[in-house]
């Protein structure tokens, strides 16, 4: 019997009869007893930097920019954290704004927020959400020397003290998330996010899950955080269950680096070998849309190797009950998928074309399609999934059967991914299952 996640719930299921289900999980660490007394003493010995209480002071216009609704960064603990560091240093609540970074996801509702920070510092606070598409709103900080424009959130770029919190964890495009990304992307520009995500990045060899060197998303994003002056971040590692197992703060780059380490041993996980099809679990928040659940797909798919075979099926549980997405990236996904006749040309146009931010995961998700069928069970938007070019079923049988049909044979073997976000498979030959 296998277990996966599916919204704040699970489907157990066992594979059918003559297909071999290989569990594959990340490495096991232990959780952190104390989230919060593990976030005082990481602030009390910040990594490369003065403690947050000394780099403050009074007077001091301070932004701090925290995740959103789609990460679960457990925000509630560290930005408290942060604020209490504020208020020893004598920062007055007025100088503080919280800006939630959203990137081109749909603004947080206040009950999200709620959940986020707490309903004290809520009422407490100036709290922000980040308009990427209000000129307005943003500054302007000039081009890396790969051309991509480094465009921010004004609250972010002109504050005297800018703090960022964040999850290291395995991403598509920055190799690892976290550090410089809550900034760069959450609080980014249209403008600057359609660069980073455009086809020229996304198709370069080096913009690939758990890479850092010479991936020029990461560069381009680092080179943002630097230039909007983010000071000092609160960053954790967490299990597949969610839980946190290391958290350290300081300078950006240098904390961020040391949370890496922590992240590659525990999310970097050995397989011997690619497999006919996987099971990839996404469960809550991810999995509220196909926008951010389709990410365990494209994840498993871009692993180092293909943790699926080309001809192969992921099937991906999830209920996804805001269809697509609500977002402006979300809507942007959704229409681009329904445009497509088929992935080949949707590819091609695309990068001929280009296309605007949010687009990217068509795009993406046009590389997986390309080579493998993406099978959604259990959505309660079965024709949403239809019209993006993947296929609904039912539950976990049907899904079988359908992959089965597939590739013309039941003697199938799937590799069953509880947690496909926080797990990377690499494909070691030689490896026992």
Not at 216 to 226: D, L, M, V
């Amino acid at each position: 019997m296998f277990r996966v996640p599916f919204g704040r719930s699970y489907i157990d299921f066992d594979p059918p009869a003559g297909m071999r289900g290989v569990l594959v999980t990340s490495r096991t660490a232990t959780p952190l007893p104390d989230l919060a007394g593990a976030v005082a003493s990481a602030l009390a010995a910040p990594v490369n930097s003065h403690p947050l209480r000394d780099l403050a002071r009074p007077g001091l216009k301070v932004c701090l920019v925290f995740t959103d609704a789609t990460r679960s960064s457990p925000d509630q603990v560290l930005v408290p954290a942060l604020l209490a560091e504020l208020e020893r240093a004598g920062v007055r609540d007025r100088d503080i704004t919280l800006l939630c970074g959203l990137g081109l996801h749909r603004p947080a509702t206040v009950e999200e927020l709620e959940t986020k920070l707490g309903a004290s510092v809520l009422k407490r606070f100036r709290v922000e959400s980040h308009r990427p598409l209000d000129p307005s709103d943003l500054v302007d900080l000039g081009v890396t020397t790969q051309g991509v424009p480094l465009i921010v959130n004004r609250l972010a770029a002109e504050a005297d003290l800018l703090l960022a919190t964040g999850l290291v964890e395995p991403h598509q495009y920055a190799g690892y998330s976290g550090g410089r990304k809550t900034v760069a992307i959450g609080a980014g520009g249209e403008a600057m996010i359609a660069r980073t995500h455009g086809p020229e990045m996304v198709d370069h060899p080096g913009t690939r899950l758990g890479r850092l060197e010479g991936n020029p998303f990461h560069e381009a994003i680092s080179a943002a955080a630097r230039r909007a002056g983010l000071k000092f971040i609160l960053n954790v590692v967490q299990d597949e269950m969610k839980r946190p197992v290391a958290v350290l703060a300081g300078e950006p780059e240098a904390t961020f680096g040391r949370l890496v380490q922590a992240a590659r041993k525990l999310y970097e996980t050995p397989i011997p070998r690619q497999f006919d099809l996987a099971v990839a679990g996404v469960g809550h928040p991810k999995d509220a849309n196909i926008y951010q659940a389709c990410r365990a797909a494209s994840y498993l798919f871009f692993a180092p190797t293909s943790v699926v075979r080309e001809g192969g099926a992921i099937i991906l549980p999830a209920p996804t009950p805001e269809g697509a997405g609500q977002g402006l990236g979300e809507k942007r996904f959704l229409e681009t998928m329904r445009s497509a006749g088929d992935m080949t040309s949707l590819l091609a146009k695309l990068r001929r074309t280009g296309y605007p931010p949010g687009a990217q995961r068509a795009f993406i998700m046009a590389k997986v399609m390309e080579k493998i069928e993406v099978i959604v069970v259990g959505s309660e938007t079965p024709e949403i999934v239809r019209q993006v070019h993947m296929t609904p079923a039912r539950d976990m049988d049907e899904a079988f059967r359908l992959a089965a049909r597939r590739m013309g044979r039941t003697g199938l073997e799937a590799a069953v991914v509880p947690q496909a976000l926080l797990t990377l498979p690499i494909v070691t030959p030689g490896e026992s299952d």
